[in-house]
């Protein structure tokens, strides 16, 4: 059946699970962090900062790109820490170092919890749409890759050190 003349077929848009390439889900993750760490410190509610980590692992899993899934799982842990010393200078009261030490190991010791049920989460998500296979890929671009005569990696012929005296005819005469 054809839709009626004066409607437009509805054409697919873009996917959802593609929305995000990877340094896209890893700047959503970024803004979601400093956004919710922000707020956190502003208002004294300290479980902010956590649910803001799962909330921003848990969107940038669903809706980066399945071959950029790999980022997504390795780098929340070092990015959140990060936005949290940010947080912590900008935020921070007293001594400069001392400030800024004591307020990120206080608040990643309260956010503990939450970085490992972000962390579990950002890996059933990315498992579940494609992680193994991003796994794969990269064990196959790291492995050498054989020789031209298949001898395997590592293994080429090398030439000789002196080529002229092996080509030169025995009894010292110059070919003629």
Do not use: H
Not at 109 to 135: F, S
Request: glycine residues 14%.
């Amino acid at each position: 059946m054809a839709p009626p003349p004066n409607r437009r077929p509805e054409q697919p848009g873009p996917s959802p699970a593609t929305l995000l390439t990877g340094r896209g889900g890893v700047f959503v993750m970024a803004g979601i962090f400093l956004i919710c760490l922000l707020a956190a410190s502003l208002l004294g509610w300290a479980v902010l900062g956590g649910l803001g980590f799962v909330l921003g692992c848990a969107l940038a899993a669903r809706y980066t790109r399945t071959a950029d899934l790999l980022t997504i799982v390795v780098c929340p842990p070092a990015l959140y820490l990060v936005v949290v010393i940010f947080v912590t200078l900008v935020t921070g009261s007293g001594g400069f170092f001392l400030a800024t030490v004591v307020g990120s190991v206080v608040t990643l010791a309260g956010a503990a919890p939450w970085l490992a049920i972000g962390m579990v989460l950002t890996v059933a998500i990315a498992w579940a749409r494609g992680l193994p296979r991003c796994i794969q890929d990269l064990r196959r671009e790291l492995r050498p890759s054989p020789t031209r005569d298949g001898r395997g990696p590592g293994r080429t012929e090398r030439p000789p050190a002196d080529r002229e005296a092996l080509t030169a005819p025995k009894g010292g005469q110059p070919p003629g």
